[in-house]
């Protein structure tokens, strides 16, 4: 059976109703029977019949033993994160989302957490860098802007050899084209605002464990803490993951037109898509991935943020915002949105230069994205 008729019918029907989708329990607490005697379920921080649905569906997508719903992506980085202590290291690539670099260095910072930051792409890099003291190695893969790509079987082995655990945020990929916990990772993490969504119409976290022990601990951090994602949100994502393979699919196609145009037009001077044979680690992608994914970044010739500007300011189609992963074609300037809190000078050395845009390419007609990005590169 494939992996998408599975997720389907990991949707449960209601054993209360037979209806086909899943009930939106919009309650806070539940009735016992005695005190201490209830029917699984007595508050709704601790437990809920809509978000354990997800969690549930969630861990079997990653192929993990236990899945965890957050109110957001960084509220799911903040649960891993927690499983650390004083003294203990972060090895994270230096390609970082944004958000997770501010959570990382103006939050856990000051609690003794410390964090090193390097290029994964080369996992001997890692090998270097790794200390005594790292117990934790995050990847992104691919990376959110540039689209790097980090072997996630050699880093998962040097990182277990030294003691650590492997995440990965799979949000870019999805499960729909990487399972990173098959591949040696010990904990996957969403922000399934993105492409579990779907839609762009709701803000939520996962954190997917390979194990019951780690399961068991992010469960507690999850009830302890309180960072918890809502029933109807819960239910958005369940309504979301239902066509996460037939979505991921067109993004797949539709990104790679985009990326073969932009390779072409005389105004780029770099494209990042793991799909194309020029990318570093193209290979890499085509092994431990199904697909190449829905994003796209490029840089232009005119590397100025004004240059930037004018092209995330002249699209019809793509829509300038935050987010990505939607049905609508989105786009950004990293450097000025979605990455603002590096520094600049780690940000450029992470290939995050002033000219970098970076694409989430929707389900529109491919001829019609591609003519509109020629038009708003036009305007240079």
């Known amino acids: 059976m494939s992996n998408s008729t599975k997720l389907i019918h990991s949707i449960p029907v209601d054993p209360l ?5 899943v009930p939106i329990y919009q309650t806070s607490t539940f009735v016992q029977d005695a005190p201490g005697e209830h029917r699984g379920y007595d508050y709704a921080r601790t437990n809920n019949p809509t978000r354990a649905a997800l969690e549930k569906i969630a861990a079997e997508l990653e192929q993990g033993h236990s899945g965890y719903a957050f109110g957001s992506g960084l509220a799911a980085i903040d649960a891993v994160v ?16 944004g958000g997770a670099f501010r959570q990382f260095t103006h939050i856990y910072a000051k609690f ?45 082995k040097i990182a277990h050899q030294h003691g650590a655990l492997l995440c990965i ?9 990487q399972l990173p916990l098959n591949l040696g990772a010990d904990i996957v993490i969403h922000s399934a605002t993105k492409y579990l969504g779907g839609h762009s119409d709701l803000i939520a ?30 239910w958005l994502v369940i309504r979301g993951l239902e066509t996460l393979y037939l979505r991921v699919r067109e993004h797949c196609r539709n990104a790679a037109a985009v990326a073969a145009f932009l390779q072409t037009h005389p105004a780029v001077d770099q494209v990042y898509y793991p799909g194309l044979a020029t990318h570093k680690n193209h290979d890499i992608a085509a092994c431990q991935q199904t697909g190449f994914g829905g994003m796209v970044s490029f840089t232009l010739k005119q ?7 004018t092209v995330v300011c002249g699209t019809q189609l793509f829509k300038l915002a935050e987010s990505l992963g939607g049905v609508k074609s989105l786009l950004c300037h990293p450097a000025t949105m979605t990455h603002k809190s590096i520094p600049v000078e780690q940000r450029r050395v992470a290939g995050v230069k002033d000219s970098l845009i970076r694409l989430s390419v929707g389900l529109e007609d491919a001829e019609d994205l591609v003519a509109d990005i020629a038009q708003a590169l036009g305007k240079l």
Do not use: R
């Open 17 to 21: 109703t037979g209806a086909i989708s």
């Open 82 to 97: 927690k499983l650390l202590q004083t003294g203990d290291e972060i090895l994270a690539v230096d390609d970082i989302y």
């Open 112 to 156: 003794g957490i410390s964090v090193k930051y390097v290029d994964t792409t080369d996992a001997s890099n890692v090998e270097h860098a790794i200390s005594g003291k790292t117990k934790l190695v995050w990847l992104e893969t691919p990376t959110n802007p540039t689209l790097k790509i980090s072997d996630i079987a050699a880093i998962a």
């Open 169 to 177: 945020d799979n949000t870019f990929a999805s499960p729909a084209l």
């Open 205 to 234: 976290g996962l954190v997917i464990t390979k194990t019951k022990e780690l399961g068991d601990k992010i469960k507690f951090i999850q009830n302890a803490c309180g960072a918890i994602l809502a029933p109807h949100d819960s």
């Open 303 to 309: 590397d100025t943020e004004a240059a930037a500007v």
